[in-house]
């Protein structure tokens, strides 16, 4: 079966860094999204890996290894409103996208 | 301009019932989707279209139908509501399907009693 796995819940701190990880098991590869969805609204894209390596678009970095079936989103400097779900999602063989259940990050003062 | 828009957004009715949701997306993308979010908030794809034309349909109830009259309009209609049908219904669009990138609507919030 098509599996993606990532942790429930994160807490970090203003300021801090954080890194949110995601493994994969699907049926082919064609990409892996991550997405920023606060509390009661919708999912918004982040980022998008196809190649392995890091992908930097200010605050937020994801990375990608193919070969290990692995992503980790990376938000620097957090701020409060950085409080949120965060969703990895890949794209398999069919082009079918994949969700995980999200992350929910917690930012404290 | 809402990009993608859904209405309504909230919506409480009996089990038994039948109702319907709305989506419409002004980018000009080809494909549209249904998803739904559940309290534990796994995003599910039901269905996909493109062009009008379904291209996905995950195992749901066929108590759920979809219909696109054109490219910009996706509904969902549903049948004989049930507690489990509680949940946020979310419409999205995209470009070409094998693109990934997704543009929600806000959600329908549906709550059944």
């Known amino acids: 079966g098509q599996n993606i796995d990532q942790p429930t819940e994160m807490t970090a701190t203003e300021g801090a860094i954080v890194q949110i990880n995601c493994t994969y098991q699907?049926?082919?590869?064609?990409?892996l999204f991550w997405y920023q969805q606060h509390a009661g609204e919708a999912p918004t894209f982040l980022s998008y890996?196809?190649l392995d390596g890091l992908e930097e678009k200010g605050r937020f970095s994801s990375f990608l290894s193919r070969s290990k079936g692995y992503s980790y989103l990376l938000l620097k400097e957090l701020q409060m409103k950085d409080s949120a779900s965060y969703l990895c999602a890949v794209l398999d063989s069919n082009y079918q996208l994949i969700w995980g259940a999200g992350t929910k990050l917690i930012i404290k003062p | 301009d809402t990009a993608v828009s859904q209405t309504p957004k909230y919506l409480v009715t009996q089990m038994g019932n039948d109702k319907s949701i709305k989506c419409e997306q002004n980018?000009?993308?080809?494909?549209m989707y249904w998803y739904k979010q559940d309290s534990k908030k796994f995003l599910k794809i039901m269905f996909s279209y493109n062009n009008k034309e379904l291209i996905i349909n995950e195992t749901v109830p066929n108590r759920f139908s979809p219909k696109s009259p054109d490219k910009a309009h996706l509904n969902l209609h549903i049948n004989s509501l049930e507690l489990g049908d509680s949940a946020v219904y979310f419409c999205a669009s995209s470009l070409p399907v094998d693109t990934g990138e997704l543009f929600f609507g806000e959600g329908s919030r549906l709550t059944v009693l």
């Open positions: 890996n196809v």
């Open positions: 980018l000009g993308h080809d494909t």
């Open positions: 699907t049926s082919g590869f064609n990409g």
